[in-house]
């Protein structure tokens, strides 16, 4: 059947009025977008239960057995403290076993269980952050970091002035620096530094940072200002002793090897 110049007319309309509709307009919200994007990029990366599934297959007899039970335990748990108790101690298991990533994750399901609980979710940063800093494989490296960061932001989210986990946060910058803002995490201990001046933990991290790039002066005036305000802070007499040891000062240096060592 042949179809008339008015019929092909109504064909074509219909057509661009679909194409219209299925690709111009996105019903999803911009939440349900990001949790897509994210679980996709998660997906990506790495899957975590085949992870566990070979960190078990290589765990001493003993242990397996135990995590084994506790896995079990947790399957048919009834009660939110019995399901803690599990995953607290399947944490700590594959922690002990050198197994930072897996215990991160299980950190991280402790800290969605307790929701609210800004504490729980910086431990689960400083876990991933952990792993982060003793993996090889990349997208393992890439998943740790990412999931470090999401936690921290999550305890920042319930307690704004939690400042261990914005200098955390800061650091994964600098140890992992984002390709569009290489600078990122240097210029977030910066701010902190502006926010809180007598706050001994930021003047250590941007002392390091100092040390690192060569920066004795800066060094040596930010590691004096920790001893100031903590005149026992043994991290920091440890890297003033680099810091005049480099810069050529060996009295110094000994006398901050010393206080280091004691």
């Known amino acids: 059947m042949r179809l008339n110049k008015g019929q092909w007319i109504s064909i074509a309309l219909f057509a661009g009025l679909f194409l219209i509709l299925y690709l111009g307009f996105d019903t999803r919200s911009k939440e349900q977008k990001a949790l897509v994007k994210s679980r996709a990029q998660n997906l990506e990366i790495i899957n975590i239960n085949r992870l566990i599934s070979d960190a078990k297959s290589r ?23 019995l399901k803690l108790y ?20 299980y950190a991280k399901l402790i800290a969605e269980q307790n929701q609210g609980d800004a504490g729980s979710w910086a431990i689960s940063g400083t876990t991933f952050a952990i792993a982060a800093k003793q993996l090889d494989d990349e997208n393992e490296l890439k998943y740790a970091v990412q999931e470090s960061r999401k936690a921290f932001e999550s305890a920042l989210s319930i307690d704004p ?34 926010q809180y001046p ?24 930010r590691l004096t ?38």
């Open 86 to 105: 599990c995953l607290e101690q399947l944490a700590s298991l594959y922690y002990k076993e050198s197994q930072a990533l897996i215990s991160g994750h």
């Open 225 to 262: 200002k920790v001893l100031q305000l903590q005149p026992d802070n043994k991290e920091a007499h440890c890297l003033l002793a680099d810091v005049y040891a480099r810069m050529g000062n060996q009295q110094k240096a000994n006398t901050e090897i010393e206080i280091c060592n004691s």
């Open 59 to 81: 765990l001493p007899g003993a242990v397996f057995s135990k995590i084994k039970s506790l896995e079990e335990h947790l399957e048919s748990a009834n009660n939110d403290s």
């Open 198 to 221: 007598e706050n001994a933990s930021v003047l250590l991290q941007l002392g390091r940072l100092a040390l690192g790039t060569n920066q004795y002066d800066k060094a040596v005036e």
């Open 161 to 194: 002035e939690d400042i261990s986990s914005r200098i955390n946060l800061a650091l994964s910058y600098v140890d992992f620096p984002v390709q569009d803002n290489p600078m990122k995490g240097v210029l977030m201990l910066l701010e902190l530094n502006r």
